[in-house]
């Protein structure tokens, strides 16, 4: 494969890669004018002329490496009938699932359920640029669960973490479920043509430092395994949110090829203390790129690049663009990173 990324996991690329988590998104007004075209959320996310046109938005706007498809982590438990729902100004709500009593369905077919992501997938790659990548994703199997048991977003993930501890045995059947189904998924677009998969734990915080090997590292490992089985050997980049010293276990042991790095971490403290041979990608804070004329944006920008300038870095923010970041700050940022020598 001859895209930016590609190259980059190859050492064949000269320079910094960026993109943006949440690049394709309400930060850009012309966002809400596609939105527009579909009735609800899920059916905009099963929309293929709609993912086309939502995944090359930022395109427009920015000098990207690469364009992430646009979808949702939820839509496994959408296919795995949990009533899956969007609601404005409160987020996704689900069936929450009864711990002991909820039956984990098992062979569903992810890619036939998910057809339309897989055909977008297809298109873009002959549409784009050869030299943009293509990211594919799926949301980790913790926190698929947090959502499926929640039945929403939540500040502690009680009922989960009860759940882990209650009626571990259902948990881990659950998890080991959506480690098949992730799998299926980003074998799907990988096949499909996306260059590059990434892995979103966006709740791996809230794993029991007891169980985080058993809930993000083993599931992440187990699920790299199957694509290799499957002959998919497209780079993947994990993000464990906020998984703080967790984060050396899961450098060494998840099989990632980078790991994402949310804007807690101390970029000094991860090249000491994780796993060299791998990339990192991150992390600047989006909340940096709010105010409309910041002081500070170009010398954290600086400051990042200094830390990582002897490593293999691809620069992006440590968490998705929010919806009030402003389009001039991102340019900005990209004008930084591409100017520096």
């Not at 992430?68 to 949990?82: E, G, H, K, Q, T």
């Not at 029991?208 to 992440?220: G, L, M, Q, V, Y």
């Amino acid at each position: 494969m001859n895209d930016d990324l590609s190259k980059f996991f190859r050492n064949e690329y000269l320079g910094i890669p960026i993109w943006f988590l949440r690049q394709a998104g309400r930060h850009i007004p012309k966002y809400f004018e596609i939105r527009k075209k579909s009735d609800n959320f899920i059916n905009f996310c099963l929309n293929t002329k709609l993912i086309i046109e939502s995944t090359k938005l930022p395109l427009k706007y920015y000098d990207l490496n690469a364009a992430i498809v646009f979808s949702d982590i939820l839509m496994i438990p959408w296919a795995m009938n949990r009533e899956l729902n969007f609601i404005g100004g409160f987020g996704p709500t689900l069936k929450p699932m009864v711990p002991n009593e909820t039956k984990v369905l098992k062979n569903i077919n992810i890619s036939q359920k998910l057809e339309p992501l897989k055909t977008s997938i297809s298109i873009l790659r002959k549409e784009l640029p050869q030299s943009t990548s293509l990211i594919g994703f799926a949301g980790a199997p913790w926190t698929l669960a947090c959502y499926m048991i929640e039945g929403q977003s939540s500040k502690d993930f009680i009922n989960t973490r009860k759940a882990l501890w209650d009626s571990n045995k259902w948990f881990m059947e659950l998890i080991d479920t959506l480690s098949i189904y992730v799998a299926e998924k980003l074998e799907m677009q990988a096949n499909a043509g996306a260059d590059v998969l990434m892995l979103f734990d966006s709740w791996s915080h809230m794993i029991p430092s007891e169980f985080f090997r058993k809930c993000a590292i083993d599931p992440t490992a187990n699920i790299i395994s199957m694509l290799k089985s499957k002959n998919v050997t497209k780079p993947i980049i994990g993000l464990p949110f906020k998984a703080g010293s967790s984060l050396i276990d899961y450098s060494y042991e998840s099989n990632v090829n980078c790991i994402a790095l949310d804007w807690t971490v101390n970029l000094n403290w991860a090249i000491k203390n994780l796993n060299s041979s791998i990339a990192i990608q991150g992390n600047l804070d989006p909340a940096s790129l709010i105010p409309f004329n910041s002081s500070h944006l170009e010398n954290i920008v600086l400051s990042i690049l200094n830390i990582m300038k002897d490593n293999k870095f691809i620069f992006s923010v440590g968490h998705g663009l929010t919806p009030d970041c402003k389009i001039k700050n991102v340019r900005k940022v990209i004008d930084i990173v591409r100017n520096y020598k």
